[in-house]
């Protein structure tokens, strides 16, 4: 890591809750991989360029089992009553597992995500995204459409029922779940209320999955899902099936939602980019990984250490947190030219980290590209244009430090 000299300077102050950075991250950004690309705050470092955070997320001293060790001393500092069932089920999540038996539990859940079970997945997405597409369609008036409302945010938790074979009242349990799940993705803000709605949150989706388990078992349910997991493997128990219907309703909750949004949003911003998807559909794809190089969903992540280890010469202590900001890597202007620019025909848009990388690289991506690449593609070929409704500015949500897209989206679709 060339060049790596952490500072504990106090000249510059990182602030991820500021509403000016909250609206425009980027600037600070620029100054961090300028001055300040290694920062320490207390005994946490924050890298900002590309190389370093690239070199990090393939460091196998950094893990992110400390997250979940965090989180669970909060719910003990705060005196809210955690079961051990509750307890074992976090430290057993995929997201937060190491070694071996992360390895082994990532093999299992790349069944259902490729071959034919995802090819009988991409059925169910496409027959839901024209169900949503087609009731926009059907509006009197479409000059002022709240996309996030009507398409995004029902997307996601409606797939994922039609995945598992939920019955209507089960889809709507797991719609009620959502904002309660989410300190999983952000637990940079934890609160009372968030850790309590949490502990509830994890114990109605652990009686939810665990009956669609049995229902399945008894035949009186059929979900591409359990047929995937269950496929082979005589050992898979219902405690199996519940970890891996968390990890991935935890996983495209807002990860999802944010790359459709943030990818609608920037089309709408870049008219002429969005004439030349409109005339050459094979930059689909490109556009996508672009959108998520410019607008990074996850805009940043969390590693600890678990042992001393030499970082550019710079030693780290056990137990050190690093904070990979994921959106000032994907902005670095020695890797991206123009990096403040839209382009999609850019030839190394690929080259971003929104999915981080190395081991921990993000189980389900191929998957959430897909959703993303139908409902874009759809989307453009069932409205003239896409463009932002006078009068409506854009407001980026506050709830989540880590997560970047708009609260709100109206677009113009006449």
Known sequence: MDGFVPTKARAFFFNPKSSNFNKSPYKTYSVMRESYPSHYLGNT???????????????????????????????????????????????????????????????????????????????????????????????????????????????????????????????????????????????????????????????????????????????????????????????????????????????????VVAVIANTLLLLAQWPEEQRKIRSDAKLLRNTLAESMRMETPAQMTKRTANTDFQLGGTLIKKGDDVVLCLASGNRDEQIFADPDKFDITRKNSSKHLAFTAGRYQCVGRALGQYITEIACEKMLSGFNFIKLAAGHEVIWQRESLIMRMPSSLVLDLT
């Open 45 to 255: 470092l924050i890298l900002t360029r590309y190389n370093d955070i690239s070199q990090c997320l393939n460091e196998p001293s950094l893990v992110t089992s400390g997250i979940i060790n965090k989180l669970i001393h909060e719910f003990d500092k705060k005196n809210v009553e955690l079961s051990e069932i509750n307890r074992s089920m976090l430290r057993d999540l995929i997201l937060f597992q190491e070694g071996d038996a992360f390895a082994k539990h990532r093999k299992s859940l790349m069944t259902p995500l490729t071959g034919i079970w995802i090819e009988k997945f991409r059925g169910l997405i496409n027959v839901e995204i024209d169900l949503l597409v087609s009731q926009i369609q059907a509006l009197d008036n479409r000059n002022e459409v709240n996309i996030i409302e009507m398409l995004i945010k029902p997307l996601w938790v409606n797939l994922f029922s039609a995945w598992l074979g939920f019955s209507q009242t089960d889809k709507d349990a797991l719609h009620a779940e959502v904002k309660n799940i989410r300190l999983l993705l952000d637990p940079s803000s934890i609160t009372l209320d968030g850790l309590l709605n949490l502990k509830e949150a994890l114990s109605n989706l652990d009686t939810l999955f665990k009956r669609n388990y049995s229902d399945h078992q008894k035949g009186s349910s059929k979900g591409i899902f359990y047929e995937a997991l269950h496929h082979g493997n005589t050992e898979y128990t219902a405690r199996d099936y519940t970890l891996d219907a968390i990890a991935c309703f935890i996983g495209g909750t807002e990860t």
